[in-house]
């Protein structure tokens, strides 16, 4: 028979009572610096643990390889061992499954698994009779005093909660206490060998499975787990695959049954059944591989133990590579546009994965393969909340047309002198034909290219957009009066909307405003914020030339060519279809664009929100910096517009009032200016 420890031919009772297990211990620890408590040995043929794992999948499973003087011992074939050392600090009260690095010298772990560790109040829930009160408070004490290493104690009290005490004639079908009675008769590192019996803990167990496995399956298959253990130890290999299967048909997530059933099997040299059952161990935890290749019970055919992990390890990769390839391909956009998307550590290793993965041992494999679904979920949650703008080329806006001055080659006869005249003759003439170059005008028309800006989520998926129409060129008469000739001296882009709720928070991530609804207009945002939200946008290419709108470009963009109060005429019976103002907006903001556009294409120029502007001049001075269109304002800053709280009088072309820059307002927005080219 064989143990955890290779080439060990002790009972199981000599097992737990020989220095060498403690010694094995304590010798981990001198060298890992652990807690001896805390650390176990492992033995693995080097040719083996080459296909198993590389030193770095070894260093992120917090194993250790032991210094080569202590590592060479003699196995199987007398193959070349290596010795590693391994933690067992993550097994804890409150886990849910046995670890896959779980060590039957630990058997005491089991007594905290699962619903071991209900309260006495969550116990006293389900005690429906004084005398099932009774039991439970004697399997409290029993707890207790197993808590402090009192184990006859720990019997005591849980033979009086099964078979009854003075008082109370006991309760024999709670499988918690038979569970603790089995671990206490079934030993470990640390308990009381005088109590060790290791046919009363297989009955216990297996009590502790019949009487748990209606209302706690998963507890009754750790029970027959540890029943097919105690049975393994008597050297009963029936029973112990009996019971094995049993807890894998409860509980079909326990990893250990899988490796214990396997185990048995190997024992009783059924290596073609045993090799397939391991596979399902290794499925649920990837240390499965390393803890087989370990097992005196697995070494014994090392060689075929090793072909087979070798054609798992070719598998999982086979099956693992489209899976990987469809991820990437779903963040294709986020990889292409993003450039924290060629940094990411999930996307580095995948690519890795796909570049290098065949050549990889099992376990540096399976750290990707059995991670896959939460890694690209991972991935791909990092790629939706990331925001992607790109600005993209409409061509063939809306044609433009505008003079221009173009050369032009033209003959002409011009009389030449031939012979000059004298005193008494006439000049020779002749006539000739020249060319020569003039400059004349034309009406030409062209179209100019108008800009989309969308965001994006990095799956591809566009969260929001914007529209900029094509402003040409020209001159107009500004201000209240119109007095002021001013000339726009190149074509320019205006977006069709003021900002929107949706564009501002793809970009900044909040939402200021106080009337939510993505497709509203943003508000109570500063001039400052503005300013933030611009240096964002300038990032992405095609956008260097974003600003807030000079006062000129927004009032000629706003008029479209008109020179009436409002860019349709001077109606005020008409201005409800172009505007949110005072009479109709329900004293708040609307959805953008659901009145009419002016002539150029841009909506909401006429209430709904103000706009914050930039200085009258801005990029287009007309010889003087003094604004044109009344008093200096000092530090403040224009807006125009008006807004969904406006009389008429505040809506039209003109209007202008001013703000400081930290200002905001219910009633304040803004829109943004393209210089193309920049």
């Not at 030193?55 to 499973?61: F, P």
Request: include cysteine.
């Amino acid at each position: 028979m064989s143990y955890y420890v290779h080439d060990s031919n002790l009972s199981y009772s000599d097992y737990l009572q020989t220095r060498l297990f403690s010694d094995d211990i304590t010798g981990a620890t001198s060298q890992a610096g652990q807690d001896p408590a805390q650390r176990i040995l492992l033995a693995v043929s080097r040719q083996t643990r080459e296909v198993v794992a590389s030193n770095e999948a070894l260093a992120n499973e917090h194993i250790q390889a032991l210094a080569a003087s202590s590592a060479r011992i003699t196995g199987a074939h007398n193959e070349e061992f290596e010795q590693f050392s391994y933690s067992l600090d993550h097994i804890s009260t409150g886990i849910s499954e046995l670890s896959p690095t779980f060590h039957w010298g630990f058997g005491e772990v089991i007594a905290s698994l699962g619903h071991m560790s209900d309260t006495l109040v969550e116990l006293g829930k389900i005690a429906k009779t004084t005398v099932q009160v009774v039991a439970f408070n004697h399997f409290e004490i029993a707890r207790d005093a197993f808590r402090q290493g009192l184990y006859q104690e720990c019997v005591e009290e849980l033979d009086k909660a099964i078979a009854g005490d003075h008082t109370s004639a006991g309760y024999k079908l709670e499988w918690r206490f038979h569970q603790l009675l089995g671990t206490v008769r079934l030993g470990f590192a640390g308990g009381d060998l005088a109590l060790l019996d290791l046919a009363k803990a297989e009955e216990s167990f297996l009590l502790a499975a019949r009487y748990g496995k209606t209302d706690y399956p998963e507890d009754a298959g750790r029970a027959l787990l540890a029943a097919g253990w105690a049975a393994y130890c008597q050297g009963r290999m029936t029973e112990a695959l009996a019971h094995t299967d049993q807890a894998m048909a409860l509980h079909p997530r326990l990893g250990e049954a899988f490796f214990q059933a396997a185990k048995v099997r190997m024992a009783l040299g059924e290596v073609e059944v045993a090799l397939p059952v391991l596979s399902k161990a290794i499925d649920l935890d990837r240390f499965y591989a390393l803890k087989a290749a370990g097992d005196g019970d697995f070494q014994k055919y090392d060689e075929k133990l090793r072909g087979f992990l070798e054609a798992i390890r070719q598998e999982k990769h086979r099956q693992s590579v489209p899976l990987v390839k469809a991820a990437l391909d779903k963040i294709s956009f986020w990889r292409e546009h993003a450039p924290e998307a060629k940094k990411h550590a999930g996307v580095c290793r995948l690519d890795e994965f796909l570049a290098k993965g065949g050549a990889w041992p099992l376990l540096d494999m399976l750290a990707v393969v059995q991670n896959l679904d939460k890694a690209i979920g991972a991935i791909e949650a990092g790629a939706k909340s990331a925001r992607i703008i790109l600005a993209t080329k409409v061509p063939g806006g809306v044609p433009r047309s505008r003079e221009e001055k173009y050369p032009v080659e033209e003959t002409y006869q011009e009389k030449v002198v031939i012979t000059p005249g004298g005193f008494f003759r006439k000049a020779v003439t002749e006539l000739r034909t020249k060319t020569r170059t003039v400059m004349k005008t034309r009406t030409v028309q062209y179209p100019l290219d108008e800009i989309r800006l969308d965001v994006h989520d990095g799956l591809g998926i566009r969260v929001t957009s914007s529209e900029f129409c094509a402003i040409p060129s020209g001159t107009f008469m500004m201000g209240d009066k119109q007095k002021h000739q001013v000339t726009i001296s190149r074509d320019f882009l205006m977006v069709k909307y003021p900002v929107t709720q949706a564009l501002w928070q793809a970009v900044m991530g909040d939402n200021p405003s106080k009337f939510k609804g993505t497709d509203r207009p943003v508000e109570q945002v500063t001039w400052d914020d503005c300013q933030r939200f611009i240096t964002k946008l300038r990032a992405t290419p095609g956008l260097a030339g974003l600003s807030l709108p000079t006062e000129a470009e927004w009032e000629y963009a706003c008029r479209a060519g008109s020179t009436t109060a409002y860019c349709f005429g001077d109606e005020e019976s008409s201005l409800g279809d172009y505007a949110w103002y005072g009479p109709n907006s329900g004293r708040e903001t609307q959805p953008v664009g659901q009145k009419k556009p002016n002539a150029w294409g841009l909506y909401d120029m006429h209430g709904n929100v103000w706009e914050w502007c930039q200085d009258w001049y801005g990029n287009y001075p007309v010889g003087s910096v003094t604004d044109p269109c009344g008093p200096s304002f000092g530090s403040g800053r224009v807006f125009r517009g008006g807004s969904w709280l406006s009389d008429p009088r505040r809506v039209r072309s003109a209007e202008r009032y001013w703000f400081e820059p930290v200002n905001r307002s219910i009633s304040l927005g803004f829109r943004l200016v393209l210089l193309p080219d920049q």
